[in-house]
């Protein structure tokens, strides 16, 4: 059986990479699975893609923010029409298990229904000027042509996060989906192809990073870059970015810390736990990968996490009973086999987990066990550095201000949570955990589109996804002055009176 062969979208038109080569998609489940070949493409694709978004930008620029909103309005209608096939599609790309990809395609109607409510917002500032007969006012523009490097763990909301903010603000998209998961932003694109929006809007590039990213990177005629994925990766996109002066969003890492006090719900932390650290094959940059406990709590707390992990049905994510899925590809399982190594070298001990899954259904496909350790102390490679895999620490507190220290002791700040029934605690672990996000009585994953996401430190360089944050982004500031005295004003030297 030949694979479905997709092409690259430039200007409205389905293309073949001009470099001749494709890669597959393939089932991190089962191997078997092809889920279709795509375009390798390099930076002649990139060229191409973005003098279409340039075109395309001159008209796009003036269509009015609320028409350009009603496109997206109508995506998020077609997208809920489709959102069984995208999520089943997803699955069998991505790995993580239906009712995950639901939430997935979810995440993206969220997205296009508040982003097209802002199409008729876009709010600007008036305000009184100095002088008299003098109209002053700040307006959002457009910025232009943004590129987008997008990431596999969320291969549809993601992208809808980057694209949809940027279409109703009037911009024209170049976007790289990442390798492994292609076809979600397909699906995306389609679905506001449909809803009416016009060639050379959105482009698709699919590839590899350093031959279909870098070159959106540093192409002239782009004005801005998204990025979500690796801190390593968005050093460079930075750094290249930085070369131009382009404006550059970086989501990247983080180790994201759970907190459990003597006074918490111990059974709500635990369903909290489980969900925060094994979700998504805990292959979120918000996963709970550290859990800070209380050391009357902790042996108690302990034993039943992992029994808990133990019981986890793991497999394929089409099979509804199924709740932990793969690992994304052999590199990620390969990341886990060498913490859990190096977790064990430095004295953390092993509870459960710690090796991948490959017999009998597991054969075909990227598995790890769910995976826990204990002893782990804030100093340790495993309590500060990201594994992106279905692995959690556990450490010891003595009480609240260590576990607060500990929290932040890292490099990273994305996603931080506390269970305590204690409201000064609470309000006490808003205030002091560096970190973007902050839950209280839930775990580190599940924010939700219309709030600011992003984090402090290693985790991004200031940006925020989501809510007005993303405006910010993709909308560059023009402030507007209309004299209407009909004689030369000079603003700090004229008094005005
Ligand atoms: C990510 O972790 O890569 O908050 C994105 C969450 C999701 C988005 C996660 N809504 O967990």
Request: glycine share 10%; proline share 5%.
């Amino acid at each position: 059986m030949s694979n479905h062969l997709y092409k690259n979208l430039i200007g409205g038109e389905w293309v073949p990479a001009r470099t001749g080569k494709t890669f597959l998609n393939v089932n991190p489940a089962d191997s078997d699975d092809i889920v279709g070949e795509f375009p390798s493409s390099g930076a002649e694709d990139v060229d191409a893609a973005v003098t279409a978004a340039a075109i395309a930008w001159q008209t796009w620029r003036l269509v009015p923010a609320p028409k350009r909103a009603e496109i997206l309005y109508r995506t998020g209608e077609i997208l809920t029409q489709r959102k069984e096939q995208y999520a089943r599609e997803m699955t069998r790309e991505m790995g993580k298990v239906l009712s995950e990809t639901r939430g997935d395609v979810q995440e993206a109607i969220d997205t296009a229904y508040y982003m097209a409510g802002e199409g008729r917002r876009l709010f600007g500032q008036t305000t009184p000027s100095e002088l008299r007969s003098k109209f002053a006012m700040s307006v959002r523009m457009p910025v232009g042509v943004v590129g987008m490097i997008a990431p596999w763990n969320f291969p549809m909301a993601i992208p809808s996060w980057k694209l949809f903010p940027a279409l109703v603000c009037g911009n024209t998209c170049v976007i790289k989906p990442a390798e492994d998961t292609p076809l979600s932003t397909f699906n995306l694109v389609q679905s506001l192809m449909d809803a009416g929006l016009p060639p050379g809007v959105v482009n698709i590039v699919t590839g590899f990073g350093p031959d279909a990213g870098a070159p959106i990177v540093s192409h002239p005629g782009v004005r801005a870059i998204s990025f979500t994925g690796s801190s390593e990766v968005g050093r460079m996109v930075g750094q290249t970015a930085a070369g131009n002066f382009k404006p550059c969003s970086l989501e990247m890492g983080g180790k994201n810390a759970m907190i459990v006090l003597e006074d918490a719900n111990i059974d709500l932390a635990l369903d909290g736990a489980l969900w925060g650290a094994f979700g998504t094959t805990g292959q979120r940059c918000t996963a709970t990968s550290r859990i800070l406990l209380h050391k009357k709590i902790a042996a108690e707390f302990t034993e039943k996490l992992v029994a808990r992990a133990d019981a986890l049905k793991v497999g394929n994510g089409l099979d509804e009973a199924v709740q932990m899925g793969p690992q994304i590809n052999q590199q990620q399982i390969e990341t886990s086999i060498r913490y859990c190594g190096i977790a064990q070298k430095e004295g953390a001990k092993l509870l459960t987990g710690g090796s991948p899954l490959e017999d009998g259904t597991f054969d075909k496909g990227h598995f790890f066990a769910p995976t826990v350790f204990a002893g782990v102390k804030p100093g340790m490679r495993i309590a500060r550095e990201e594994v992106f895999g279905p692995v959690v620490a556990l450490i010891e507190c003595t009480d609240f201000d260590e576990a607060i220290e500990a929290a932040n002791s890292i490099q990273y700040g994305l996603s931080t949570a506390l269970y305590s029934r204690d409201v000064n605690k609470a309000f006490r672990a808003i205030r002091d955990l560096e970190a973007g996000i902050t839950y209280v009585n839930a775990p580190t994953i599940g924010a939700e589109v219309h709030l600011p996401f992003g984090g402090v430190k290693q985790t991004g360089n200031g940006h925020r996804e989501g809510g007005t944050g993303a405006l910010d982004f993709y909308t560059t500031w023009k402030s507007v002055y209309v004299d209407y005295s009909d004689k030369l004003q000079r603003a700090q030297i004229d008094t005005g009176e």
